[in-house]
């Protein structure tokens, strides 16, 4: 097949979220595979500062977004033989970091910067003369792609057999945009009305992309559930229903060379379900790192995530002055909301030797934590999917989650009896109900080593790899397609 992915953040290049390690894995994926793959990035300002042997593929094209026509330069990165990355460079809209907001406010042009990327990365392609069998679409960023292939039909041929999938990461982001952008957008009354664009007299981005998109997906089987109800529908639920039938959840899987404590040139010695009590060098180096006491037995929880709303830290943050009585450490690393950041800041000042914080994306941090912890705290409200959980288990970290989501499909609760599961799950998002499974993991830490050892071993054993999931997004690109050819 010939597929591409449009995409807000891709690893290695920029990444906020799990997004950025979804579409980036799928591409080399794919290209594993053997399909030919094309990735689709703005050219964000510390792409550009990383960029070497990239060249330029096309000079100023231009782009015609309502009566404006915009010109951009297209880079080009080739990684591996069937995977090729172009990125759009138009600076007025990419040359800026953070790239969604400035730390308190999303940018109140985000619709029209994503427009405008939606929009080239189609005029590129037809540009490149590459037909595409399916283009894979993500969260509001790319939600207009779907919309322009439609008209595009109308237009010319070009895109005719192309299929386009918007797989939806995570719906409380809709790109909420102010109607005078419309024009800009290509969108005329027609489109802004209720059942497709239009909810609460703004453009919402996403709701107007999975109305134009030949298949959805999503990102685990019970996220797939959730968006059909509220609240998980985040006020889309009821137009989301209209197309349940072409919704499939699937859940994400890990890189398993860049996440495996075999291969990790981040931690210090390199263990396996076999190996684990190598797993304590690590553990020190964390506790060296981040300025803790050096005691291999108090136990270790770590964070690591978005500080966002959606990640559970205001009611992780109303328990600290609790759980931090007890013996334990705490590990936080996160970027995002300027309160939690100061309030998470400040701990280390507060509980010196007990709590070690970094506020920022680093990712060999990341690494050192979910080897060196022994337990990760995952209290989120709600997960599409999570990844941080399976890196955790890959580890032999079991995760303590809010049984939601993607969380709920790959954590089992730890049941001593019967010998099974791979965390600690609680399914009331309150404040006691996460103290009391942080008090839960503590006592078999502390009572039922034996036990708790098995569980790891039994997450480390897990297969989060893609293998799985690639046959189904395999499934859902093969079905978009014959449909869009009409053989069905
Ligand atoms: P979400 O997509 O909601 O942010 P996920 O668990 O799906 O949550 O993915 C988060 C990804 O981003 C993981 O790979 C995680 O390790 C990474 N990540 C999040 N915050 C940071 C940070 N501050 N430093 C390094 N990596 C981070």
Redesign the pocket.
Same mark, same amino acid.
């Given at each position: 097949m010939k597929i591409v992915i449009a995409s807000s953040e891709a690893v290695p290049f920029i *990444?906020?979220? %799990? #997004? %950025?390690?979804?579409a980036g894995n799928l591409a080399v994926e794919f290209s594993e595979a053997k399909h030919e793959v094309i990735l689709l990035l703005p050219f964000y300002k510390s792409i550009r500062a990383k960029a070497k042997n990239y060249s330029i593929a096309i000079k100023k094209k231009s782009i015609q977004m309502g009566d404006v026509v915009l010109e951009c330069n297209v880079w080009l990165y080739q990684p591996m033989n069937h995977l090729r990355v172009y990125f759009i460079e138009y600076d007025y809209y990419f040359n800026r970091e953070p790239i969604y907001d400035d730390g308190y406010n999303a940018y109140f042009d985000n619709g029209a910067r994503f427009a405008f990327f939606s929009k080239a990365c189609l005029d590129i392609l037809v540009h490149l003369s590459f037909k595409p069998d399916v283009v894979l679409c993500n969260d509001w960023q790319t939600a207009l792609i779907p919309y322009y292939l439609k008209c595009w039909e109308w237009k010319n041929h070009f895109f005719k057999n192309t299929a386009s999938i918007l797989a939806i990461? /995570?719906i409380s982001y809709q790109g909420q945009t102010d109607l005078s952008f419309s024009k800009y957008m290509g969108l005329n009354w027609m489109q802004v009305r209720e059942d497709e664009f239009e909810a609460l007299q703004a453009i919402n981005l996403l709701k107007g992309g999975f109305f134009y998109a030949d298949q959805i997906t999503t990102v685990s089987p019970s996220y797939a559930e959730e968006i059909l109800m509220e609240p998980g529908g985040y006020g889309l639920s009821p137009y989301l229903n209209r197309r349940k039938d072409d919704i499939a959840g699937i859940l /994400?899987g890990i890189d398993t060379k860049e996440w495996n404590p075999m291969l990790d040139h981040y931690i210090p010695k390199p263990y396996n379900h076999n190996t684990l009590k190598n797993k304590v060098f690590s553990k020190l180096k964390l506790q060296e790192k981040f300025l803790l006491k050096k005691d291999q037995l108090v136990p270790v929880f770590g964070f690591? +995530?978005?500080l966002?709303y *959606?990640?559970g830290i205001d009611i992780l943050a109303k328990c600290l002055d609790d759980i931090l009585q007890w013996d334990i450490q705490l590990v936080f #690393? +996160?970027?995002g909301d300027r309160y939690y950041s100061d309030l998470f800041g400040n701990l280390p000042k507060k509980y010196p030797g007990k709590v070690g914080t !970094?506020i +920022?994306? /680093?990712?060999e #941090? &990341?690494h050192l934590i979910e080897a060196g912890s022994d337990f990760f705290l995952?209290p &989120?409200y709600f997960?599409?999917? %999570? #990844? /941080? *959980?399976m !890196?955790s288990m890959t580890y032999g970290t079991l995760p303590i989650v809010h049984a939601i989501g993607g969380l709920k499909d790959t954590v089992e609760n730890f049941d001593v009896k019967n010998n099974r599961g791979t965390g600690f799950a609680f399914n009331d998002m309150t404040e006691d109900a996460l103290k009391n499974t942080i008090g839960w993991a503590l006592h078999s830490w502390y009572h039922e080593k034996e036990a708790l050892k098995k569980a790891q071993i039994r997450a480390m054993k897990k297969d989060f790899s893609w293998k799985q999931s690639i046959k189904q997004y395999d499934q859902v690109f093969k079905s978009a397609i014959a449909r869009k050819k009409g053989w069905h």
């Open positions: *990444q906020t979220g %799990g #997004l %950025g390690d979804v990461h /995570n /994400n690591i +995530g978005r966002a *959606q990640k #690393l +996160g970027a !970094y +920022g994306f /680093n990712v #941090l &990341s995952m &989120s997960e599409p999917c %999570g #990844l /941080n *959980q !890196y």
